[in-house]
């Protein structure tokens, strides 16, 4: 049983910026790609961020290109994103995501295992 762990979400003003966590257990964590995707209430989940099983590709959407940043330890299990220059309309529940290869997609239909989420929420 594949579990993945969302931590680091909270309140922060525009401009400020926050670090999210994701713990993995129960498979080989370091074999597989990684993702953050995001919903805001009324909203469709949208890809955020992925990297691949090494860390060696990573990959951003558009609306965060320049401000957040992917990276993971596989000696930890963990993948991390790390948010910077926060805006209002990042406020959302933020998921990570297990890969069923090794590349960073965007797609999440090639994503086998999801966290429960954790909400961050930018006040302006």
């Known amino acids: 049983q594949v579990q993945l762990v969302e931590s680091g979400g909270g309140l922060v003003q525009a401009g400020g910026s926050l670090s999210l966590s994701c713990a993995a257990s129960?498979?080989?964590?370091?074999?597989?790609?990684m993702g953050w995707f995001r919903q805001a209430p009324g909203k469709e989940r949208e890809f955020v961020a992925a990297?691949?099983?090494?860390?060696?590709?990573?990959y951003n959407a558009d609306s965060v290109k320049g401000r957040f940043t992917i990276s993971r330890n596989n000696a930890k299990n963990t993948v991390y994103l790390q948010m910077n220059s926060l805006r209002p309309e990042d406020t959302a529940v933020y998921y990570c995501?297990?890969?069923?290869?090794?590349?960073?997609?965007?797609?999440?239909?090639?994503?086998?295992?999801w966290g429960q989420g954790t909400q961050v929420t930018v006040s302006s």
């Open positions: 129960g498979r080989t964590f370091s074999s597989y790609g």
């Open positions: 990297i691949s099983w090494t860390g060696g590709s990573t």
């Open positions: 995501a297990t890969a069923k290869g090794g590349m960073a997609t965007p797609n999440p239909q090639l994503y086998g295992y």
